[in-house]
């Protein structure tokens, strides 16, 4: 039911925007003041996490590992799976970041059709959806810059001169919108189609996708089929950018829906699986170097305690060892008052 219940909030949103601009002239609510509201509420969570995160102690080395650790100097360790210095743990976590190298080793579980054994095969196909979705995501949001920004920097014209590489039709086809919309609806159908992902998927799995979908869909509607008047609608992104709002004319109702829902797409984002973004920078799996045993991690929650070395057991007890044969690691004096 959860995709069902995402699918009719998403739907009820559009709907809201759609009436509320058009039928009832709430152009200033949906065109200023909802964005500023979603743009603050963004930065403020997005930096109370972050916040919250930092400030929770990793006493322990608990790093995922996958390959050998640094131990003696004729074993060759795995700098990137089992990181030892910081120098590799940051490799590794450019790699996940830039490239999604775990991921890219991502098995897929399966039963044999003719023996009741568990096997595992690669899912590649999963690590190219995600390469598509966030690499797509990046570029379409980077070129949106050039709508808060005037003059134009040179990378977001050269972004957009790149993207628009398929010079079909009027106006130009702009590749990273249609790859995002077609990623996301991947992404979508392997949690519809895969029956173990469908069985654990939620509310807060299937909304984000379908904010997205109608994000990516509303943009394509309005760049290849409704038009808009893009100079309007820079005018209100500078204005806002600059706290001066306007809502100029001749800015149609789909361009307040599509903003709408990266306003709720962007007030959503901070409380929910979307700050894996800023989190993976925080998980001590993925930041700590496993050094444990070379260096000293203190637990910062250890109350003080009188340790009782052994050290002083073994001068306590010596005599008594000694009777016992326990082997001792100092040198053993001879045994006083006894035969």
Same mark, same amino acid.
């Given at each position: 039911?959860?995709?069902?219940?995402?699918?009719?909030l998403?739907?009820?949103?559009?709907?809201? %925007?759609?009436? #509320?601009? /058009?039928?009832?002239?709430?152009?200033?609510?949906?065109?200023?003041?909802i964005?500023?509201? +979603?743009?603050?509420?963004? !930065?403020?969570?997005?930096? %109370?996490?972050?916040i919250?995160?930092s400030?929770?102690?990793n006493? !322990? %080395?608990?790093?995922?590992?996958?390959? /050998?650790? @640094?131990? =003696?100097?004729?074993? @060759?360790?795995?700098?990137?799976?089992?990181?030892?210095?910081?120098g /590799?743990?940051?490799?590794?976590? =450019?790699?996940?970041?830039?490239?999604?190298?775990?991921?890219?080793?991502?098995?897929?579980?399966?039963?044999?059709? /003719?023996?009741?054994?568990?096997?595992?095969?690669?899912? @590649?196909?999963?690590?190219?959806?995600?390469?598509?979705?966030?690499?797509?995501?990046?570029?379409? $949001?980077?070129?949106?810059?050039?709508?808060?920004?005037?003059?134009?920097?040179?990378?977001?014209?050269?972004?957009?001169?790149?993207?628009?590489?398929?010079?079909?039709?009027?106006?130009?086809?702009?590749?990273?919108?249609?790859?995002l919309?077609?990623?996301?609806?991947?992404?979508?159908?392997?949690?519809?189609?895969?029956?173990?992902?469908?069985?654990?998927? =939620?509310?807060?799995?299937?909304?984000?996708?379908?904010l997205?979908? #109608?994000?990516?869909?509303?943009? +394509?509607?309005?760049?290849?089929?409704?038009?808009?008047?893009?100079?309007?609608? @820079?005018?209100?992104?500078m204005?806002?950018?600059?706290?001066?709002? $306007?809502?100029?004319?001749?800015?149609?109702?789909?361009?307040? $829906?599509?903003?709408?829902?990266?306003?709720?797409? =962007?007030?959503?984002?901070?409380?929910?699986?979307?700050?894996? +973004?800023? #989190?993976?920078?925080?998980?001590?799996?993925?930041?700590?170097?496993?050094?444990?045993?070379a $260096?000293?991690?203190?637990?910062?929650?250890?109350?003080?305690?009188?340790?009782?070395?052994?050290?002083?057991?073994?001068?306590?007890?010596?005599?008594?060892?000694?009777?016992?044969?326990?082997p001792?690691?100092?040198?053993?004096?001879?045994?006083?008052?006894?035969?």
């Open positions: 039911m959860g995709i069902v219940y995402a699918l009719i998403v739907l009820g949103l559009v709907l809201f %925007a759609w009436i #509320g601009t /058009q039928g009832l002239g709430l152009t200033y609510l949906f065109g200023v003041l964005p500023y509201a +979603a743009m603050i509420t963004f !930065f403020l969570g997005f930096l %109370a996490r972050l919250k995160w400030r929770a102690p006493p !322990f %080395a608990i790093a995922t590992t996958g390959g /050998q650790q @640094k131990s =003696l100097h004729w074993i @060759k360790p795995a700098g990137m799976d089992n990181p030892f210095t910081r /590799q743990t940051l490799l590794r976590v =450019l790699s996940e970041v830039l490239l999604f190298r775990s991921l890219f080793r991502n098995l897929s579980p399966r039963l044999a059709d /003719q023996k009741p054994e568990l096997t595992f095969s690669s899912a @590649k196909w999963l690590w190219l959806f995600a390469v598509f979705f966030h690499y797509a995501l990046f570029v379409t $949001v980077f070129r949106h810059l050039r709508f808060f920004t005037n003059p134009v920097p040179w990378p977001v014209n050269m972004a957009e001169t790149l993207d628009g590489w398929l010079e079909v039709g009027i106006p130009q086809i702009l590749v990273s919108g249609l790859i919309l077609l990623a996301v609806t991947l992404l979508l159908a392997r949690r519809l189609l895969i029956p173990r992902f469908r069985y654990i998927s =939620l509310l807060n799995d299937y909304f984000p996708l379908f997205l979908i #109608g994000i990516a869909g509303t943009g +394509a509607l309005m760049r290849y089929v409704v038009g808009i008047d893009a100079n309007s609608a @820079k005018q209100l992104a204005g806002l950018i600059s706290f001066r709002p $306007v809502i100029p004319e001749g800015i149609g109702p789909l361009f307040f $829906v599509h903003l709408f829902l990266v306003c709720i797409l =962007l007030a959503y984002f901070p409380f929910s699986k979307l700050m894996h +973004a800023g #989190g993976i920078f925080f998980s001590p799996t993925r930041t700590m170097p496993n050094n444990s045993r $260096v000293y991690h203190k637990n910062p929650w250890n109350y003080p305690v009188n340790f009782h070395t052994y050290r002083s057991y073994e001068n306590e007890l010596h005599d008594k060892m000694v009777e016992a044969g326990i001792l690691d100092e040198a053993v004096p001879p045994l006083t008052g006894k035969d």
